[in-house]
Structure formats: C-alpha cells, structure tokens
C-alpha cells in the first residue's frame, strides 16, 4: 500500500478563495482524521470519521470548514472562503484500530 | 474528552540519555504511542505500547506506562543529533478508536 496520499502538497491561495485538501486513507482502514498543525497551537484534531460517518467535528474552527468522506477511500476538507488564518500544515491520518499512519501533509498559504 | 498533557521543550547534550513526559486522563486508553516528527516531514510511528504493559524496550528506546498516575515516558538512549525532533505522545480510547495527541515536544540535541 502506498500509504495515506493527501494532495495537493502545497498550496498558495488568495484571501477569499476556495480551498480543497484531499485525502486517500489506507485501504481496509475505517477510521479517517484531520488535523491542523501551527506553530501557536501544535496538532489539532479538527474532525474525524469512522466507517465514512463524522463522528466528531468539534474541532472544526467555524462554518468555513468542512469536511466529508464520501466513500471508504476519499475524504476532503473545504475551507470557503479561506483567510490568512487558516495557513498551516494540514494532515490527514487513518487507523484500523491500531497504529495511525499519516499522510505528508497539505501546506497551505493563504496570502 | 480525552486530554494528552507533554512539555513543549526538551534539550540535552548528544550522548545523554533523553526522557519526555506525557500525561493523559482517559483511564480506557487501549493503546499508546510515541511518534517522531522531523523538519517538513509528517508524523511517523516511533514506537507504542498496549495499557495491559507497563514496559517496553525498543533498542535505545524505553516506554514506561504507569496507569495510575495516567503517565507515559519516552526514553531515548545515548540521544544523538539525528533525534532532534518534535515527538508526540498519542492515545486510542473511546468505541470509535478516536486518537488524541498532545502538543508535542521538541527535542534539541546539543552536539
């Protein structure tokens, strides 16, 4: 398995834009995690699903963001309209009840 | 929820031996990790360990669980500058197998 593949890698975006970051977990894993990673705040968990349901969006900063998993192997996270805020390192991770492996990450710069 | 509670900031002198902290509050916790994070690089499984243990030795790491106090440890040996990095404490708990992590700590290898 190629293990778990977010795209872009990076991305450059005006203030304003839509913004969407792509995730494909490991294959036969039912757990999906995003997290936000930032100097100020280290790793948050912004959402997570289990099985392609969201179990828990608490994370989720405001409405801007959204997440969905339309299937068991593809996941993304929206962020509309983006801000300068927003720019950080976004992981995605999945786990079949053990180990979590994660992706390398979406660097995202919101200008 | 689930808390994961690590100090931010750990510096020792190459040779030395390293030991970073980690306290969590959910008793439930089935599994434990410790994952290391270098410079532009995702998250990646150092070594963990099941809450049924209370030790265990990975070569120049040992990972102590101590239950009661909810306390876990990482303890690198003869740490060399190759260790320099931000090392994650993580717990599963819950029916879902949610994954918490804490802040991390960033470790500063002295040559």
């Known amino acids: 398995d190629a293990g778990v593949i977010q795209s872009p890698r990076h991305e450059v975006t005006e203030m304003g834009q839509e913004v969407t970051l792509r995730c494909k977990p490991i294959?036969?894993?039912?757990?999906l995690f995003w997290y936000r990673q930032t100097m100020m705040r280290g790793l948050e968990l912004l959402i997570y699903?289990?099985?392609?349901?969201?179990?828990?969006d608490s994370g989720m900063p405001e409405d801007r963001f959204s997440a969905k998993m339309p299937n068991a192997s593809f996941s993304t996270l929206k962020i509309q309209p983006s801000e300068p805020r927003d720019s950080a390192v976004y992981f995605c991770?999945?786990?079949?009840?053990?180990?979590?492996?994660f992706g390398q990450g979406t660097r995202l710069t919101v200008v | 929820g689930e808390d994961v509670e690590q100090s931010l900031f750990l510096s020792v002198r190459e040779g030395d031996s390293s030991v970073i902290n980690c306290t969590y509050t959910?008793?439930?916790?089935?599994?434990l990790y410790w994952y290391k994070q270098e410079p532009g690089a995702g998250l990646q499984l150092l070594t963990y360990?099941?809450?049924?243990?209370d030790m265990k030795q990975d070569q120049r790491l040992t990972v102590l669980l101590n239950k009661k106090d909810k306390h876990l440890s990482l303890r690198i040996a003869d740490t060399q500058t190759g260790d320099s990095a931000i090392y994650f404490c993580?717990?599963?708990?819950?029916?879902?197998?949610?994954?918490?992590f804490g802040i991390g700590t960033k470790l500063q290898v002295i040559p």
């Open positions: 699903f289990n099985n392609n349901v969201p179990i828990d």
């Open positions: 360990i099941f809450s049924n243990m």
């Open positions: 993580a717990v599963i708990s819950g029916g879902y197998q949610k994954v918490t």
């Open positions: 294959s036969g894993h039912n757990s």
């Open positions: 959910d008793s439930s916790s089935t599994y």
């Open positions: 991770a999945s786990t079949q009840n053990t180990e979590a492996f």
